[in-house]
C-alpha cells in the first residue's frame, strides 16, 4: 500500500493555498449571486486544467424543497453598519456584522440583553442580546416589538461570528427587524453595563437586496468511467470562511488535477468531484441529478486546514456508519497516519507529525446525506477551529501541514481503491475488521456489530473484486420513507404540532446523530438489534427517547414500521 504514498506526492498543497485565498474573496451565504460567482469561477480554473465541469443551476427562492430542506431566501447584503456601546463595526470591515438573511432596516434605542425568559417581557423598542438559540431568538423578537436583534457566540472573543437565520419566503411574513452580530467582548462588556444599572445604547443599518430567486449552484465532474469515488465539498459560507469551507473546496480542485494525470484505464473507478451548498446542494443533487448506482463511496472534505498551534485543530477521521461499514474508513486512516509521521522514536519508529484520531460517525457536513442514502461517506476534518464561523477564519490562519497531510492521504486512498490488487485489497479488508472489531470489543460486545462489518465488506466485494464477508437476510423493522437530514423544518411541514415535542427531545446533538444511525440500521435489521447494533457503536444509547422519536416520525409519516419484535 505504501507505493500509492509516493504517487501521491505530485499533489501540491502551494496550489491549495492559492485557491483557498481566491475563494475566500467571495462572500459565499447560501441564497447570494457571490456563492454563484464562486462556483463560476471554479468551472473556469477545472475548464483551464482541463476538466469539464456541468454547473447544474437550481434555485433559491425561499420557497422550493430539496427533500428534507426548504431552500432559504435569494439575498444579498448591500451595506451594514452598527454602532454599540460607543464602538462600531461595518459591512466593509467584515459583512458579518449583518446576520445572514436579516431583513433591511434601521434602528436606535437601548440595549437589552435577554438573560431569563422573563426579559422578553421588556424587549418592546430595544435592541435584545442573545447569545444563542439565535433563529429562536429572532422570532421572539419580531413578535415582543423589538426594535433589532443583536447576536453574539460564546467562545468568539474580539472576532465578529457568523450566524444565520436561514428565512425562508413564509418568514417574510413576520421577519421585520434587522439583525446584526457583535463580538463576544463587545456583548459581554454590555451585559455588565447593564446589570449594573448603566444605559447601553445601540443604532444601526441593514440595507439587503431580496430577489424572488437566485441561482442554488451545484458543481459537478467526472474523471474516467463509472463507478466513481466521490470527491465532495461544501463550497458556501461567509468571508473570508478560508478554512470552512474554502479549504476543502480548493482542496478538490488540486485534487482533480492530480486524478486527472494519475488516471489509468486500468483503474476499477473512475473519480467524480461536487462542489456544493452545504446540505441543500447535497440534497438537490441526490433529488435531481445524481444515479447513486454510479457511486462506490464518498469522502466529504470539510475544514481541512485548520491549524494546531493557531487554531487549536486535532485532524479527525470521522468513519463512516457501522450502518455503512466500508474498508474506505480503514484506508483514509492508514494513509493519514501514514503521511502524518514524522521523525522517529526511541526505537525508530515515526512519530505524527499533527495530532490526529479516528473517530465513530458523527454528523455535521455533506457526508451525512450519502450515507443516508446507502452510500458510504467519511470526512476528514480538522476541529475544532477557535476561528470557526467568524471573521478571524482568515488564509492567515490555514495550515499547509494539515492540507499536505490530509491532501496527500486522500489522493493514495483514492489511487489504492482504484488500482490495489484483488489480494492486496483483500488483506487489507480483513486487517481493517478485525481492528475495527476489535477495538469495539475491548468495551462492549460487538454480535451484531460483526455481523454488520460484514455485510459492509460484502458490499466493498462487489466494487472491488474481493472475496470478503458475506450478506445476511435482510430483516428491515423501518422504512426510512421521506429521506434526508431530519430537522425542525420538515416536521413542521408535515405536522406543526409536533415541531416542539421534536425540538426538546433532539435537544442533544447526539440523540440526533443516533436517531439517524437508527433509521439506517433499521432499514437493515429488526428492531432489537438496530438498537443493540446501536449501543455496540456508540457504548450508549438513551432508548427511550429514541423510541419516542421514532414514533414521532411515524406519526408524521417520515418512516413507518414494516415489522416488530
Avoid at 475563494?23 to 462556483?39: D, M, N, P, T, Y
Amino acid at each position: 500500500m505504501r507505493r500509492f504514498l509516493d504517487e501521491a506526492r505530485i499533489f501540491d498543497s502551494t496550489r491549495v493555498l492559492h485557491y483557498i485565498s481566491e475563494i475566500s474573496q467571495f462572500h459565499r451565504i447560501q441564497g447570494s449571486k457571490e456563492l454563484v460567482e464562486a462556483a463560476r469561477f471554479l468551472r473556469e480554473e477545472l475548464d483551464i486544467l482541463g476538466i469539464r465541469a456541468t454547473l447544474y443551476e437550481d434555485v433559491y427562492d425561499g420557497a422550493e424543497w430539496y427533500l428534507t430542506l426548504r431552500s432559504p431566501i435569494a439575498w444579498d447584503l448591500v451595506r451594514a453598519e452598527l454602532r454599540f456601546n460607543g464602538k462600531e463595526l461595518c459591512s466593509w470591515e467584515t459583512p458579518l456584522v449583518a446576520l445572514a438573511h436579516s431583513p433591511g432596516g434601521s434602528f436606535e434605542g437601548d440595549v437589552l440583553p435577554i438573560l431569563r425568559e422573563e426579559d422578553w417581557k421588556l424587549a418592546k423598542g430595544k435592541a435584545v442580546l442573545v447569545g444563542k438559540s439565535w433563529r429562536e431568538a429572532y422570532r421572539k423578537a419580531n413578535e415582543a416589538g423589538a426594535a433589532a436583534l443583536i447576536a453574539y457566540r460564546e467562545g468568539t472573543g474580539n472576532a465578529v461570528p457568523y450566524i444565520g437565520l436561514f428565512l425562508t419566503r413564509e418568514d417574510m411574513d413576520w421577519a421585520r427587524i434587522p439583525a446584526f452580530a457583535v463580538p463576544e467582548t463587545w456583548a459581554k462588556e454590555a451585559i455588565s453595563k447593564v446589570l449594573s444599572g448603566e444605559r447601553v445604547e445601540a443604532s444601526g443599518s441593514i440595507e439587503v437586496e431580496v430577489k424572488e430567486r437566485q441561482v442554488l449552484p451545484v458543481l459537478y465532474a467526472e474523471i474516467g468511467k463509472p463507478p466513481f469515488l466521490l470527491f465532495t465539498a461544501h463550497l458556501c459560507h461567509p468571508k473570508p470562511g478560508a478554512n470552512d469551507n474554502a479549504s476543502g473546496s480548493a482542496m478538490l480542485v488540486e485534487l482533480a488535477r492530480v486524478l486527472k494525470a494519475l488516471y489509468k484505464e486500468s483503474f476499477r473507478f473512475g473519480f467524480a468531484f461536487l462542489w456544493v451548498p452545504e446540505y441543500y446542494g447535497t440534497q438537490a443533487f441526490i433529488e435531481r441529478h445524481a444515479d447513486l448506482d454510479r457511486y462506490y463511496a464518498v469522502v466529504n472534505l470539510d475544514m481541512v486546514a485548520g491549524s494546531w498551534d493557531r487554531a487549536g485543530s486535532t485532524v479527525m477521521l470521522v468513519r463512516t456508519p457501522l450502518s455503512r461499514f466500508s474498508i474506505l474508513s480503514g484506508l483514509m486512516e492508514y494513509f493519514l497516519g501514514a503521511t502524518n509521521a514524522v521523525g522517529k522514536s526511541l526505537s525508530g519508529s515515526p512519530l505524527p507529525k499533527l495530532r490526529f484520531k479516528s473517530y465513530p460517525y458523527e454528523m455535521g457536513s455533506d457526508h451525512d446525506v450519502f450515507n443516508f442514502f446507502g452510500i458510504p461517506a467519511v470526512m476528514p476534518i480538522t476541529w475544532p477551529d477557535r476561528f470557526y464561523h467568524s471573521s478571524e477564519d482568515t488564509v492567515d490562519k490555514v495550515s499547509k501541514e494539515s492540507v499536505e497531510v490530509i491532501g496527500r492521504a486522500v489522493t493514495a486512498a483514492a489511487l489504492a481503491l482504484a488500482g490495489a490488487g484483488v489480494d492486496e485489497l483483500g488483506r487489507f479488508a480483513r486487517g481493517y475488521a478485525m481492528k475495527y472489531l476489535g477495538e469495539l470489543g475491548m468495551e462492549r460486545d460487538t454480535e451484531v456489530a460483526e455481523k454488520l462489518v460484514m455485510w459492509g465488506l460484502s458490499r466493498d466485494s462487489r466494487f472491488l473484486g474481493i472475496k470478503s464477508g458475506y450478506e445476511f437476510g435482510r430483516c428491515p423493522w423501518l422504512d426510512w420513507v421521506i429521506k434526508g437530514s431530519i430537522n425542525e423544518d420538515v416536521v413542521k411541514r408535515i405536522s406543526p404540532s409536533l415541531v416542539g415535542k421534536f425540538k426538546k427531545l433532539t435537544r442533544d446533538r447526539k440523540v440526533l446523530v443516533q436517531l439517524h444511525e437508527l433509521l439506517m440500521l433499521g432499514e437493515l435489521l429488526p428492531r432489537e438489534e438496530a438498537f443493540k447494533a446501536l449501543e455496540e457503536e456508540y457504548g450508549e444509547a438513551d432508548r427511550e427517547v429514541l423510541v419516542e422519536l421514532v414514533g414521532l416520525l411515524e406519526e408524521v409519516g417520515i418512516v413507518r414500521s414494516v415489522r416488530s419484535d
